[in-house]
Structure formats: structure tokens, C-alpha cells
Nanobody
Framework: QVQLVESGGGLVQAGGSLRLSCAAS????????MGWYRQAPGKQRVLVAS???????YYLDSVKGRFAISRDNAKNTMYLQMNSLKPEDTADYYC?????????WGQGTQVTVSS
């Protein structure tokens, strides 16, 4: 079992920045990949960024150059630094981890970008 707890969401003006955190606990040694998903009202949940155990990263095209995903293994925490935020980034953001072929989700944190 893996437990994930997100923090860092909030309200920000367009052009601003936020940093999301995802603290992992439990069977973290088996986590192979972690990621951030987002779901806007009325839309499907989509993968925004992911990072593998070896540090390999993926970004959604619309966030490339603005968002940066990272992991601090000593703190068992993953981050998503979001810069140059746009109103279209408004969504609920969810932390995700894959461990032993199981998928785990955090409870989500809301990000609202005002124009």
C-alpha cells in the first residue's frame, strides 16, 4: 500500500507560480513512477507530468517549458513547480504513483488561475 497526500494548491493570477507537493508513505520502495494528473470541470483526467525512479520525465505539450516535475527521495516527496500559469491550467491536480503494478491516487488539490 502507498499513501499519497498532496498540498500546495490555491488561487493565483495568470502569470503566477505555484508549487505542488505530494508526500508518499507506505511501500514507497516499490514505486516505479510518479506523476501529476489534472481534471478540469467536465473534462477527463489527463497526465500532466511524470517522473520515473531513474529520473526520466514526461510533460504534456501544453505545459512544457512552464512546469517542472522533481522528486526528493530523501523526503519521499514529489513536486510540480508550475510557472507562467494560465487560466486553462485551472483544474484539480492529483498525485499518482505506480507500485508493484498497482496505481495509487492522492485526494487532489485545487488550482485556480484567474485571468
Amino acid at each position: 500500500q502507498v499513501q499519497l497526500v498532496e498540498s500546495g494548491g490555491g488561487l493565483v493570477q495568470a502569470g503566477g507560480s505555484l508549487r505542488l507537493s505530494c508526500a508518499a508513505s507506505g511501500r514507497i520502495v516499490s514505486i516505479s513512477v510518479m506523476g501529476w494528473y489534472r481534471q478540469a470541470p467536465g473534462k477527463q483526467r489527463v497526465l500532466v507530468a511524470s517522473i520515473t525512479r531513474n529520473g526520466g520525465t514526461y510533460y504534456l505539450d501544453s505545459v512544457k517549458g512552464r512546469f517542472a516535475i522533481s522528486r526528493d527521495n530523501a523526503k519521499n516527496t514529489m513536486y510540480l513547480q508550475m510557472n507562467s500559469l494560465k487560466p486553462e491550467d485551472t483544474a484539480d491536480y492529483y498525485c499518482n504513483a505506480i507500485s508493484d503494478f498497482y496505481t495509487y491516487w492522492g485526494q487532489g488539490t485545487q488550482v485556480t488561475v484567474s485571468s
